[in-house]
């Protein structure tokens, strides 16, 4: 509705905005896709178990992909989220191993919360160690967490001289559970592992944060125009810190999950996890150049990468075309968005 | 007593003397042009006002009481609001998130401060009403054109009932028919009793909507004076040191 009645300028329809306009969208319509012809082509497919593990697989990265896809809207970049997961379980497992020997118990549960407070808390320093470089000494984010993932990665194999770590103790069973239990469901629907149900939480609460809070919409505003934030007083640095903590953190979560799984903290635990955490952030609709991401779409694109993976397992393909393939599906995705931007602005 | 009086107002940039003694007066209800050749001072003055520099020397003045503006938050606090050359919009958000970037309003779900997006959407329609603007609050800045987002910069402006609005070259880069949008927004701001001070190149816009000029040269003012009492010829001679000063 125009006041000066501006004829040539009109709403604009429901498809052009909102999420059926993002690149999330499309490539959800191509997710879809996919599972209908895995359906057709493979009967294991739709089964209650490969569900259930397709479920957990991808949960064993999407964690780490709602963080470093805070990072990319604000126009950053983390590459030592793999070195952080390896390094956070590691820790995870020498506290509660050191626990165990020093033979320090208070309650139940204690050994269980300590060792993931000090794993996460690890995350945590090497996430504001990588802000305050990024937002307070103004150094480009690609090189920065090029370093920390080779800091991280050599601290991981310092601490366990290069050999694996395994959780242990009173509560081992305790944080196996926590960690890569399935939770039974009824005849009919697939089981469902914990990792999940974390990460449902997790993008619930990241949906919420991103859309109503105002610290979501300078997390935007930073990724749109950083000097615009700045002038009109956004403090930008915390913010900028603050997402690089999480994604950290979140890395950190994953990190544990995994060592959970498979009983123990191998020191490449993770090793490269960074460049498919950052194709599935960026397959999902998160922009490189910042001011575009949405939890929904870094989850859409985890599960499309593991999906892929999971056919080429089903249709006895060599598995290692998934790599391949993830990268085609980069690029074309890209270029969808590239075509559709190009048309309408 | 003047709403906004600079005194002697210098900065230097190392060897760089980019103002030179500055002083002038700024009243309510009142546009006055700001004009000057490129290096002159113009963007300097501007952004020591607004609290992006503090000068080397001088005092600024706010209701005749010397103020300190060290931030451009701070500026905001006492009621200086910039429209900024560049706009300082994100592309990405909408007009009233834009508006409200940095001043968000929330409200109470459970423990939580959640945005009210409805109250500030509804806010974001009055002020494009006041202002008389075909902008729609729920577009996207990247949507619009360049009176438009014109129009969400000087919205902006509005939230805090700001005293005083310095705009730095509204007009550059836009059509000719959002020019006369963009002028007759600066007239609703005078309307409101707001001083104004416009940052421009364009004779024609200073000549239509300030009613006095300054002039400014390599770092020095060398003319204040009434619109009615000057000419275009006049201006350009001062700017460029064709007429030393007036």
């Known amino acids: ?345 | 007593m003047s709403l906004l009086e600079l005194r002697n107002i210098s900065k230097e940039f190392g060897a760089i003397h980019a103002l030179n003694d500055v002083s002038f007066t700024l009243d309510a209800g009142e546009v006055v042009g700001l004009m000057g050749d490129n290096g002159a001072g113009k963007s300097t003055l501007v952004k020591i006002i607004s609290g992006i520099y503090t000068p080397t020397s001088g005092q600024v003045l706010l209701d005749g009481q010397p103020v300190n503006i060290h931030s451009p938050g701070e500026a905001r606090r006492i009621g200086i609001e910039t429209v900024y050359q560049d706009l300082a919009l994100a592309d990405n958000l909408t007009a009233s998130e834009n508006i409200f970037l940095g001043r968000e309003l929330r409200r109470k779900v459970g423990p939580f401060r959640l945005l009210d997006h409805a109250a500030m959407k509804a806010r974001a329609v009055e002020l494009f009403e006041e202002l008389k603007s075909e902008t729609r609050a729920g577009d996207y800045v990247r949507q619009m054109s360049g009176g438009q987002r014109q129009a969400v910069a000087i919205a902006r402006t509005r939230l805090a009932a700001a005293k005083i609005i310095l705009m730095d070259e509204p007009t550059a880069a836009i059509s000719v028919r959002q020019v006369a949008e963009v002028l007759n927004l600066i007239h609703r701001l005078r309307e409101a009793g707001i001083a104004v001070m416009l940052i421009s190149h364009r004779m024609p816009d200073v000549f239509e909507t300030c009613s006095r000029v300054i002039v400014m040269r390599r770092g020095s003012k060398v003319a204040d004076k009434a619109i009615a009492d000057s000419s275009p010829d006049e201006v350009t001679a001062l700017i460029t040191g064709a007429k030393e000063a007036a």
């Open chain 1, 1 to 345: 509705m125009g006041v000066q009645g501006f004829s040539n300028v009109r709403e604009t329809r429901f498809w052009q905005r909102g999420f059926l306009a993002s690149q999330s969208a499309y490539v959800l319509g191509a997710l879809v896709v996919l599972i209908v012809v895995m359906a057709l082509s493979s009967p294991n497919f739709l089964t209650e178990r490969n569900i259930s593990n397709v479920m957990q697989n991808f949960s064993f990265i999407a964690i780490a992909t709602l963080g470093t896809t805070l990072v990319i809207i604000t126009a950053g970049i983390d590459l030592s989220v793999g070195s952080t997961m390896a390094l956070t379980a590691t820790a995870t497992s020498l506290a509660m191993r050191w626990l165990n020997d020093a033979g320090f118990y208070p309650f139940p549960g204690s050994a269980f919360i300590l060792s993931v407070a000090a794993g996460l808390a690890t995350a945590g320093i090497i996430g504001l160690a990588n802000g305050f470089a990024v937002a307070k000494l103004k150094l480009a984010p690609f090189v920065t967490t090029l370093g920390t993932l080779s800091i991280v990665r050599g601290l991981t194999y310092v601490a366990t001289q290069g050999r694996g770590t395994s959780p242990d103790g009173p509560d081992k069973g305790l944080f196996l559970a926590v960690t890569s239990a399935r939770i039974p469901m009824p005849e009919g629907i697939p089981n469902l592992p914990v990792a999940f149900i974390y990460l449902i939480a997790l993008a619930l609460v990241m949906w919420v944060a991103l859309n109503h809070t105002a610290w979501g919409k300078h997390v935007y505003a930073i990724g749109g125009n950083e000097a615009a934030a700045r002038l009109t007083g956004v403090n930008v640095d915390r913010v900028k810190i603050g997402v690089y903590v999480l994604c950290s953190v979140s890395a950190g979560l994953n990190g544990i999950i995994i060592s959970g799984w498979l009983g123990s903290a191998p020191a490449n635990l993770a090793n490269a996890y960074e460049l498919t955490i950052i194709a599935a952030a960026v397959i999902g609709g998160a922009n490189l150049f910042g001011g575009v991401g949405t939890a929904a779409g870094a989850i859409i694109g985890c599960i499309l990468i593991e999906v892929i993976r999971n056919g080429l397992v089903l249709a006895r393909v060599d598995p290692y075309w998934q790599q391949t393939l993830v990268g085609c599906i980069i690029v074309a995705a890209v270029f969808v968005d590239r075509l559709r931007s190009g048309r309408t602005g």
